[in-house]
Every structure is written in structure tokens, then in C-alpha cells.
């Protein structure tokens, strides 16, 4: 089918569930109205605009409308040639004002694990950048594709010496802290022991790792301590 402003428009508003808006609407704060669309939903026909029509979607306006926005996204992370994903991602991640934008496009954004010396320097970057949602964007990347042997170290040193006093950036913190928890334990208590990080990302931590299968109930008692009775903010010093 050949799209254009009007029948895709069209389109899009005869996929929505009133159901899901409501739905939507109370876990999502954005500037662009929501219409309800569920993701799967969204996903499948990504999927399907992208075998030929990538240019002719992106380049249909987004009309403010949140799903429309996470479709070109899902439409991007499509994008097989590195020297266009690198274009799209740059553009793309401009328009991230909420956390489901964020997560839901780097997820589904693959082509990270083939080219990842740009996008760990581009993550720093974005973490580094004060703006909550490029932060999160980074926090992220990092997250989803740099929690392994090659990277823990330097994710820790950058971490380390961050600070943020946005909500949505805390949050993908605690939650990158508490997966590294799972999967690098002993690094990960020692970065907490002596993080400069503050409480509000500390509990978040905490609350998410309580909330984990994959964490014994010893060390989920170890962070609960750690968190709640031990530290001592002033004795915070810089992870090195």
C-alpha cells in the first residue's frame, strides 16, 4: 500500500483501544497525545512497514501522537545498513520525552550488539548530557548491551562518578544496578559500599532487587542492610 499524510492518519486512529488509552495514559507522561494502541500491536506492523516502506513512514509527519512516534522508532530498529541506524538513532532519540519512548525503542534496537564501539562512546555521552530522557537513553544502552565481561568495569567507573537529580534517569540507574547485582554480585556490592550515588538511587536499587527471583535471600538482606543502616552518605567516596 502506498502511504501518505491522510490515510495513514487514518490508519493509526482505527487501531486504537479506548481500554488501553486509559491504560496508557496513567503510566506515561508525555507532550504527545496518546491515543491507545498496544505495543504488539504496533511491533507487528513496524515489522511489516519495514520490508519496504521505512523512507515513506519516516518521512510521514508524527502529528504530536505518541504512538506514532513509538512506531517510527520500531520502524528504525529495522534498519539494517550502521551508517543509516547511526543517522535514525540521532535524530530519533531527540523526541524521547517519556520513559516507554526510551525503553521500548532501544530494546528493540539489535543493531547496538554490531556496532558497539559507537554506541557505548554515544551512551557515555547521553548519560553525560544533563537532558533526563538522553540520559536515560544511555543508562539504557548500557543496560541492555553493555552488562558483560568486557564492559562492567568501565560502566562502574562511569557510574560512578554520575549524579542526576531527574526521577526517570534514577530510575534506569537503579534498574542497571540491580540486574549488574545479579549478574556481577561481588562488583557490585563493592561499587555500592563505596558509591557516591545518592539514596533515592540506592533505595530504588534496593526495592528492585528485593523484587527480583534471580537474587538469594541472603543478598537481598546484605542490600536492605546496606541501604537502610549502614551507609553513611558522608563517607561516600568515588568508585575507582
Not at 122 to 127: D, R
Not at 201 to 227: G, H, N, P, Q
Request: with cysteine; net charge positive.
Amino acid at each position: 500500500m502506498k502511504w501518505n499524510e491522510d490515510n495513514f492518519l487514518s490508519y493509526i486512529y482505527s487501531l486504537r483501544d479506548e481500554k488501553y488509552r486509559e491504560f496508557t495514559k496513567k503510566l506515561v507522561t508525555s507532550k504527545y497525545e496518546i491515543i491507545g494502541i498496544r505495543i504488539p500491536v504496533l511491533k507487528k506492523l513496524a515489522k511489516d512497514l519495514a520490508k519496504n516502506n521505512i523512507d515513506e513512514i519516516l518521512n510521514i509527519s508524527s502529528h504530536d501522537i505518541f504512538e506514532i512516534y513509538m512506531l517510527k522508532g520500531l520502524v528504525i530498529s529495522n534498519i539494517k545498513d550502521k551508517s543509516e541506524a547511526r543517522k535514525q538513532f540521532l535524530k530519533y532519540i531527540e523526541f524521547i520525552d517519556n520513559w516507554s519512548l526510551c525503553d521500548t525503542f532501544i530494546s528493540s534496537f539489535k543493531i547496538i550488539k554490531n556496532d558497539k564501539e559507537f554506541y557505548f562512546k554515544k551512551a557515555t555521552e547521553l548519560i553525560n548530557s544533563s537532558d533526563e530522557f538522553k540520559e536515560r537513553v544511555g543508562l539504557v544502552i548500557m543496560l541492555d548491551y553493555f552488562l558483560d565481561d568486557e564492559s562492567i568495569d568501565e560502566i562502574f567507573k562511569l557510574i560512578g562518578k554520575y549524579h542526576t537529580e531527574k526521577y526517570y534517569s534514577k530510575m534506569a540507574l537503579a534498574w542497571l544496578l540491580s540486574v549488574a547485582y545479579v549478574k556481577y554480585l561481588d562488583k557490585t556490592k563493592k561499587f555500592i559500599e563505596n558509591s557516591v550515588l545518592d539514596r533515592d538511587i540506592l533505595k530504588m536499587t534496593e526495592r528492585k532487587i528485593k523484587d527480583s527471583f534471580r537474587v538469594s535471600s541472603a543478598d537481598k538482606e546484605w542490600i536492605i542492610k546496606k541501604v537502610n543502616f549502614e551507609l553513611n552518605p558522608k563517607s561516600w567516596t568515588v568508585y575507582k
